[in-house]
């Protein structure tokens, strides 16, 4: 049985969010899919080895729910050998719980460079933009020498990094969605995205600012899973679009919902 539905926002016009990207063809961003909070979990092993590489970019859409827990984030990259346990530092983003009356506080960038070695990139609160209940976007990548962290195109900061270096040695890279630092992700993920190069500031730029998904085959995506548009919205497969064919699985029941970023 295909997994259940949840309605939400559609696009602009009360219509399917559509973009025009690549060449130029327009094309329908239909589905997202939505974490409970508590254990759902997006995998998928792009068998490649850390240490093996020398750049990357990811990129994704996410929209958190309200009440937003301290060290809640929506993506990591899971580089241990024992994938249940906890990989805090391999995260990519998380946020630093909430503010008072309810908003975001800081969010902060992870990429793992030696023992306790971390980014170090704080977006503060009046910086980083991003609300519960809201749709942002956000792209991390490393040219080998520099890690950036971009939201809805724009850059936010940067830390120099030299090495990426895995949790344990010889472990392959597994990209998850709905899993963060010390507590699930609660909230709405789309059209998550993955390079082994680092994009350029424009094309990051052109990505995150166009207000909702664009059609990404004309950046050559080496994994490009699209949260339900290739699967009709059904089933516990994540399709890959990019080049990698690293399919996706769903674990635990995250929903499919017609609520995406326009």
Do not use: C
Request: proline share 3%.
């Amino acid at each position: 049985m295909g997994l259940p539905f949840i309605s939400g926002r559609m696009g602009r016009g009360g219509t399917l969010a559509s973009a025009t990207g690549g060449g130029g063809d327009a094309f329908q961003n239909q589905y997202s899919v939505s974490f409970d909070g508590s254990d759902d979990l997006m995998t998928a092993n792009l068998g490649i080895t850390v240490g093996s590489q020398s750049a990357y970019t990811i990129s994704f859409w996410a929209k958190p729910n309200a009440g937003v827990a301290n060290g809640n984030g929506p993506v990591r990259f899971n580089t241990k050998a024992d994938r249940s346990t906890h990989p805090g530092d391999t995260n990519l983003l998380r946020f630093n719980g909430t503010n008072l009356d309810g908003t975001i506080k800081n969010v902060e960038v992870y990429h793992k460079a030696a023992t306790n070695s971390y980014a170090g990139i704080t977006i503060v609160t009046a910086d980083h933009g991003i609300s519960a209940g809201s749709w942002f976007h956000y792209t991390q990548s490393w040219d080998g020498s520099t890690v950036k962290a971009y939201i809805n195109g724009t850059e936010k900061g940067s830390s120099s990094k030299s090495v990426w270096i895995p949790m344990d040695t010889g472990t392959t890279i597994q990209v998850e969605g709905g899993r963060g630092w010390g507590s699930p992700w609660n909230g709405y993920l789309d059209e998550i995205a993955y390079w082994n190069s680092a994009l350029s500031a424009s094309d990051i730029g052109t990505i995150g600012s166009a207000g909702g998904a664009i059609d990404l085959n004309s950046y050559s995506p080496l994994s490009w899973w699209r949260m339900g548009d290739n699967n009709s919205g059904s089933g516990t497969t994540i399709t890959d679009q990019g080049s990698g064919s690293n399919n996706a699985t769903l674990t635990n029941g995250p929903t499919f919902a017609t609520d995406v970023p326009s």
